[in-house]
């Protein structure tokens, strides 16, 4: 069965205090992981993807790298700005239903000034 | 990236209603999707809309509870019928664009009284 679980499940940081968050999957044939960041009452916000293990995109203080199982998401000298829940998932391979995206239950982020 | 305009942004309503979300994309998209986000629960796809086709839906999710419309390229409605409390709910629709990703509407909170 397809799987995702995010760790841990609640992070607090002083700012400037880098951390990692991480996502194992459990998928057969990814076809990409997703990172989104979602703030209280809102949608989820397009962060990264990730398609090959070794990958690693970057975007100011985040930075996201691929294994065969697991994803990281760095979070370099954090501010306060960027707390928020930070979700994982991976796409199902073109075999199932084309583009559902499997979540996991999430990272909540507070970034202490 | 796409725009996407979800209506109405809340609601609050009597059980055994139903309510009809709305889902409007600024550009013409091939996959469109609708999620659940439970209080305190990450996304689950609750079907894919289809364009001149019925919906797909995932395990757990059925066409007289969740029926679904997918008259154009840029629309697609979910009806949630015969509320309860249960379905007190975030529900959210997104679209594929390029690469597999995808970009989630600012959602629709319901509370079902």
């Known amino acids: 069965e397809d799987q995702v679980t995010q760790s841990p499940e609640a992070l607090r940081l002083q700012e400037g205090e880098s951390s990692s968050l991480n996502c194992s999957y459990t998928?057969?044939?990814?076809?990409?992981l997703f990172w989104y960041r979602q703030d209280p009452g809102k949608g989820p916000e397009f962060l990264f993807t990730?398609?090959?293990a070794g990958e690693e995109k970057e975007k100011e203080r985040l930075k996201a790298t691929l294994t065969k199982k697991e994803s990281f998401l760095h979070i370099t000298a954090p501010k306060p700005e960027d707390s928020a829940t930070y979700l994982c998932?991976?796409?199902?391979?073109?075999?199932?239903?084309?583009?559902?995206?499997?979540f996991g239950q999430g990272t909540t982020l507070q970034v202490k000034p | 990236s796409a725009v996407i305009s979800q209506k109405p942004s809340r609601d609050i309503c009597q059980r055994g209603t139903s309510l009809t979300i709305q889902c409007q994309v600024d550009?013409?998209?091939?996959?469109m999707f609708w999620y659940r986000q439970q209080p305190g629960q990450s996304l689950t796809l609750i079907a894919t809309?289809?364009?001149?086709?019925?919906?797909?839906?995932e395990s757990g999710f059925v066409i007289d509870k969740f029926p679904i419309s997918r008259p154009n390229l840029t629309f697609s409605t979910l009806t949630v019928s015969n509320m309860s409390p249960e379905d007190s709910s975030i529900y959210l629709c997104?679209?594929?664009?390029?690469?597999?990703?995808?970009?989630f509407g600012p959602g629709t909170r319901l509370l079902v009284l």
């Open positions: 997104s679209v594929e664009a390029t690469a597999g990703t995808q970009y």
């Open positions: 998928v057969s044939g990814l076809r990409g």
């Open positions: 990730l398609y090959s």
């Open positions: 809309a289809n364009q001149g086709s019925e919906a797909t839906y």
């Open positions: 998932a991976v796409q199902a391979p073109l075999s199932s239903n084309t583009g559902k995206l499997i």
């Open positions: 550009s013409q998209v091939t996959m």
